[in-house]
């Protein structure tokens, strides 16, 4: 591989700042720990870059019935 230069040509007809530009969606999933620290990580990644970011977090009440906990 060259230097800056890829060998492989996508095809899709965007230049690269048009590629950088469109939006990403990422989805931590899983059990376990680390999905948080993955995300804030990549989300201060992105922000050290000048990339917006936004960060959403579903967190489901003890008090709720939903269909992972009913009985």
């Given at each position: 591989?060259?230097?800056?230069?890829?060998?492989?040509?996508?095809?899709?007809?965007l230049t690269t700042?048009?590629?950088?530009?469109?939006?990403?969606?990422?989805?931590?999933?899983?059990?376990?720990?680390?999905?948080?620290?993955?995300?804030?990580?990549?989300?201060?990644?992105?922000?050290?870059?000048?990339?917006?970011?936004?960060v959403y977090q579903f967190v489901k009440?003890?008090?709720?019935?939903?269909?992972?906990?009913?009985?």
């Open positions: 591989m060259t230097r800056g230069r890829t060998t492989v040509d996508p095809g899709d007809g700042k048009e590629r950088r530009s469109r939006p990403l969606l990422l989805v931590y999933t899983g059990d376990g720990k680390g999905k948080t620290s993955a995300a804030v990580g990549t989300a201060l990644r992105s922000w050290a870059q000048g990339w917006p970011v936004g009440s003890a008090s709720w019935t939903t269909g992972s906990t009913r009985r």
